[in-house]
């Protein structure tokens, strides 16, 4: 099977810069994937990791070690507007489906 | 349409009665998946299917049955609803051919059964 570690809230202030990690353990893997969803809404795909390395998305940034089973989302600059929750997920096939973390969230303080 | 559409936005049902949720897409992606959101269990896999025709099991299939006679349309059957399926569920949809693995989600239907 396959279970992902996340912490379940971070706490950061407008302009700072925070990092959410997320360690997974799967039986097989092709990626990490990251979503944002604000309360109510729909998740929406932030970044895919399938390599080593950091994927730069302006103030997005998502790394992902694959030796480690371990990857983060970096978000830089913080607003008021990235206040959500924000999940990892991992495609553990080539048949694409998705297993998610439980999120983590995020609240931006003034 | 633009995207994913999902029907209806909220129900109330009774316990032990039938109900289908709908879901359509307008991008003919081949993927498509139902998800069930629970408070602090993230979203959790019910159902997929990778093209239209063929459909596989999910995290959490029991209760639930699905059906993809076309690309578009990806419809998810509660046989006979009980309380433990309150919950938001969400229908999203994806291109194979696409590197970067996105799905796309529809905006929801929160369902409470009573």
């Known amino acids: 099977g396959q279970s992902l570690e996340q912490p379940s809230e971070v706490t950061a202030v407008e302009g700072a810069i925070v990092q959410i990690n997320c360690t997974y353990q799967?039986?097989?893997?092709?990626?990490l994937s990251w979503y944002q969803q604000h309360d109510g809404g729909a998740p929406t795909f932030l970044s895919y990791n399938a390599l080593d390395g950091l994927e730069e998305k302006g103030r997005f940034s998502s790394f992902l070690s694959r030796s480690d089973s371990y990857g983060y989302l970096l978000l830089q600059e913080l607003q008021m507007k990235d206040s959500a929750s924000y999940f990892c997920?991992?495609?553990?096939?080539?048949?694409?489906?998705?297993?998610f973390g439980s999120g983590t969230q995020l609240t931006v303080l003034p | 349409i633009a995207g994913i559409t999902q029907a209806p936005t909220s129900q109330i049902l009774a316990a032990g009665r039938r109900m289908t949720l709908r879901c359509t897409q307008d991008?003919?992606?081949?993927?498509m998946y139902w998800y069930r959101q629970d408070l602090g269990l993230g979203l959790r896999l019910i159902h997929y299917?990778?093209?239209?025709?063929?459909?596989g099991k999910g995290e959490v299939p029991d209760g639930y049955s699905v059906s993809r006679a076309n690309t578009d349309d990806f419809p998810l059957t509660l046989a006979s609803a009980v309380p433990s399926q309150t919950s938001v569920y969400f229908c999203?949809?994806?291109?194979?051919?696409?590197?970067?693995?996105?799905?796309?989600f529809g905006p929801g239907t929160r369902l409470t059964v009573l």
């Open positions: 991008m003919r992606h081949n993927a």
């Open positions: 299917s990778n093209t239209a025709g063929t459909t």
């Open positions: 999203a949809s994806s291109d194979s051919t696409s590197g970067s693995n996105e799905q796309f």
């Open positions: 997920a991992v495609r553990d096939g080539s048949a694409r489906q998705l297993t």
């Open positions: 799967t039986s097989g893997f092709y990626g």
